[in-house]
């Protein structure tokens, strides 16, 4: 039970899962050989995501949706003056040491990128693999091989990847890269998973199917999730949307789920 | 785990790290080729350099000493001595029958002895040998291999240091020179055996003729300076030997200056052999002491050097010393009748006796060869660092370019420690593969230095290996495993250190850094 209830949340609902509180990010970008000059990007969000929600982040290109995202799934470390931080599970991974981070990012997050963010000399099963190998050491992956080899077969089957396993990322579509991008993801069975514009470089029928796929995949699992779009229409696929602009939280709907 | 599936996937799909793997393999290679020849060079400049002297030298130079039978059967009884033999060195002139002639080291051995006290035997070029037997025309294979040659014969006389008389079935004094010293017996580049070709003739009308002649069955003549006692020379002597035998150490230095004769002839042309020193009592015919010698003194024959052979119990410098303490007594007894015992055992110039260790007599030959090693690693070092910062420079760029994995592998939850291990390991690889084909392809052009060294020559006149300069006819092929081993251990130590600093990098970079990465 978290003790302070993050503004952003009706008393109703649950602890949230994850969550923002007043997170603040600056760049600290190098002008020249001696000027410094810092870029706010953040200035103060707060955002709780109760377990099994679906939160798309709505904002305009360089409102800081990536920066937020990033901090949220401990990539990066917010402004440290800042007394609020990234919470996961109401503990502050804004004060994770490098080792928890890595764990946290390892087994609790799964993200997906724009750009897929494939490794192009693994195969389509060897870079869903991957997630499993780095959250195990080599020999407890030895002997998990099997199970994490079953599963990644039944994830990439689900996006109807079944046929192409041994394939290279370059052979495939876009669709098809980010459909295992996200099967990468989730082979660790995080309890969140990230997505930074899964769509953002995919033509509307092909996004319209990831979007497609991901929910169905929250339908079986009830996994939380947390989108980053600037497409309104696949926001409202959501469970709640929230706008980022000028650094902050501006505005919070709440749709009701949207059977269709 | 996912470090060395990257590494396999990183090595098979890539042209940089093949090309990585291409400059070690090329720096071991270059490595182990050059420490396996001038080491092995020095192996055997050691070898034959002790096999041809024996381990320590008693020597008192030109003017000799006397009573040396008495000090070799004291060294002699020491149980650390093996053996001792007397030898007269000085130098000559050698007239070849083409008319050349050729300044030689002379060493009058008796050969007894001295067979037990170095490799005599072993060095003797002509005599029978089981090797590869030559086709009917002669070509290829060893010469000493066919069964109807001189070759028993030869043995025979070279052992004895003289040519059989066919009458009387006694040995005349003969002599053997080293195998490259007239220059007739030639070496054949393909299988290292030497064959006798055409040999010059000096005409009597002073043009010289080439023939078919084989130098054991010819006559050389040799010019010695002896000296009195003041060393001043007296007059040249001239006397001409049959050749009872060839003998090839394979110092090419040794081989083409040194002539063995017959210790006793030594002694006498040079007039170290026993004398008496008279005085003429009257020059005067008609004196009537005239004719009555007075003998004013007798003086013993003289050698100017003793070798000393070990019985492997002693390191030579202890033999040496050892040997030094013995003639110390000796001297003692004999006291102004042979060269004084210095303080120390070898003070040249010092006016006293030297004992020498064969390293001392060669050591020109092998503190010249021992410094050009140096030289050559030192520069092979520096060869190798450069190829570490290649290596350094071949890593940072695919560390450059694997950037956006790096982040991707963050993302997913990698360490620190676990990305720059990647890199350490891909590194390792690299040089696992480029220092064994490297260690692989230099034993290979070791193992066929000679053929590949005889194939430039023939096809681009390249001689590197000149004979005249390296002392050895037949470049060192051998290749030793402690070597290849260290060769391919520094191979990949050097790559360890090109990529250990991309691999720092690596692991610091920020994933965010590394993601955003074009
Ligand atoms: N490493 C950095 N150094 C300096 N400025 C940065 C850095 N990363 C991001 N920014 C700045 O922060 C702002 C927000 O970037 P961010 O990538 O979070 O935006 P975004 O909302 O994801 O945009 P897009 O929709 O185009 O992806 C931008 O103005 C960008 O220039
Ligand atoms: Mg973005």
Known sequence: ?260 | MYQALLTRRYLSSKIMPLLAAIAVMLCTAVVLLVWSIMGGFLVMLLDAGKAIVGDVAVSWPTAGFAHYEDLIDRLEEDENVAGATPVVETFGMLGLPDGRLQGVTVQGIDVQSYARVTEYERFLYWKPTDGPTPDDDGVGGDWRADEIGPWPELLADGLALGERDRVTGEFEPALVPGIEVAGFSRRDPESGFYRFGPVGMRTPEGDVRWESGFLPFLELTLNLVPVDRTGRPIEVVTRSYPVANEFRTEVFQIDSSTVFMPLAEAQRLLRLDAAELVRQEATDPFDEAFGQVEVLDESPARVTTVFVRGTGSMTPAELADRCHEIYMEFERERRGQVPPAGATRNEPGSGSIQITTWEQRQGMLIGAVQKEIALVLLILLVISFTASFLILAIFWAMVSEKTRDIGILRSIGATRAGVAWLWLRYGLAIGLIGSILGAALATLIVWNINPIHDWLGRTFAITVWDPKVYYFSRIPNDVEPVKAAIVVAGGLGFCLLGALIPAIRAAFLKPVEALRFE
């Open chain 1, 1 to 260: 039970m978290s003790t302070a209830a993050a503004p952003s949340t009706t008393e109703s609902s649950p602890a949230p899962i994850l969550e923002a509180r007043a997170v603040a990010k600056t760049y600290h970008l190098k002008v020249g050989r001696f000027k410094r000059e810092d870029v706010p990007v953040l200035h103060g969000v707060d955002l709780g995501v109760e377990p099994g929600q679906w939160v798309a982040i709505l904002g305009a290109s360089g409102s800081g949706k990536s920066t937020l995202l990033h901090l949220l799934a401990g990539l990066d470390r917010p402004d440290s003056k800042t007394e609020g931080g990234v919470f996961f599970e109401s503990q502050a991974v804004t004060r994770f040491g490098s080792r928890s981070l890595d764990r946290y990012r390892a087994r609790s997050v799964g993200l997906v990128f724009q750009f897929y963010h494939l490794l192009p000399e693994l195969s389509v099963v060897e870079n869903v693999l991957l997630g499993a190998m780095v959250r195990r050491g080599r020999f407890a992956y030895r002997r998990a091989q099997p199970e994490a080899r079953a599963r990644a077969t039944e994830l990439l089957e689900s996006f109807g990847l079944a046929h192409r396993l041994r394939h290279r990322p370059s052979q495939l579509s876009g669709g098809e890269r980010q459909r295992v991008a996200i099967a990468r993801a989730l082979i660790n069975d995080p309890k969140v998973l990230l997505a930074d514009e899964p769509t953002g470089n995919l033509d509307h029928d092909t996004g319209q199917a990831i979007i497609d796929a991901l929910a169905a995949e929250r339908e079986r699992t009830g996994r939380t999730l947390v989108m980053v779009t600037h497409d309104p229409q696949l926001a409202s696929r959501a469970d709640r949307v929230v706008h980022l602009a000028e650094g902050r939280i501006v505005e919070t709907s709440r749709t009701e789920a949207d059977p269709s």
